[in-house]
């Protein structure tokens, strides 16, 4: 069965950090980029943060440059968001996919996934 199992979340005190990981079953990831996409409560989904399946190549959207880090262990078949200096408003459910891409660079076009997790939730809160 392919599948991919999004895990890490919780609640979590304001400045502190959570791993995110992101696990795909019955298909190899590292033929992947691999997004990682959050919802907040009455938001829209919004695209974070993605890695390349070649060059290693990461992206994050402008609100967590410098505090979010995406890595990929393809022995494992495992892709990572470490999340640092969290806040409240990264409170939301978070969502790995795939997408088939053997090259340069990687992408946060969401309709143009292949493969989405159910997601995790993240709560930042006192």
């Known amino acids: 069965q392919v599948q991919l199992v999004e895990s890490g979340g919780g609640l979590v005190q304001p400045g502190g950090s959570l791993r995110l990981s992101c696990t795909a079953s019955?298909?190899?990831?590292?033929?992947?980029?691999i997004g990682w996409f959050r919802q907040a409560p009455g938001k829209e989904r919004e695209g974070v943060s993605c890695i390349s399946s070649s060059d290693g190549s990461t992206y994050y959207v402008d609100s967590v440059k410098g505090r979010f880090t995406v890595s990929r262990d393809n022995a494992r078949n495992t892709v990572y968001l470490q999340m640092n200096s969290l806040k409240p408003e990264d409170t939301a459910v978070y969502y790995c996919?795939?997408?088939?891409?053997?090259?340069?660079?990687?992408?946060?076009?969401?309709?143009?996934?292949?493969?989405w997790g159910k997601g995790t939730l993240v709560t930042v809160s006192l």
């Open positions: 996919a795939a997408v088939r891409f053997v090259g340069l660079g990687c992408s946060l076009f969401a309709d143009g996934m292949d493969y």
């Open positions: 019955g298909f190899d990831l590292h033929s992947y980029r």
